[in-house]
Each structure stands twice: as C-alpha cells, then as structure tokens.
C-alpha cells in the first residue's frame, strides 16, 4: 500500500486546492433590451449575436 514519505503541510494543501472553487457564471447586459445573457453567446430574447441577427424570433401569436 502507498504511504506519503512526509506529512503535506497545511500550506501546500492549500495551495493544491486553490483553484477548486467554485465560480459563479458571468452575465452581460444587452445593449439593445438591456437583458442579461451569457458573454460569447447568442441573446435568445432578440436573436443578436455581435450586434448582427442570428436567428429568426417566432411571434407569440
């Protein structure tokens, strides 16, 4: 069975587990609606990408 050579100190335990974090998800304000929607992504309310339309947007009828 493995056994560690030496006791991992409490520091570089630390340091191991420093980008284990969670991260919440980042959100961009809409220049035309002013809705938030995901960076890099398309704005599914309008259907813009790049300030250029994308998708077609059914009417709710």
Do not use: F, N, W
């Not at 809409?30 to 009417?59: A, C, N």
């Amino acid at each position: 069975m493995a056994v560690p050579k030496s006791k991992i100190t409490r520091s570089r335990r630390g340091m191991r587990r420093s980008h284990d974090a969670l991260t919440s998800d980042t959100y961009v304000e809409s220049k035309d609606t002013g809705e938030l929607h995901r960076p890099h992504h398309i704005d599914l309310k309008t259907g813009m990408y790049k300030g250029r339309q994308v998708l077609k947007i059914k009417s709710k009828v």
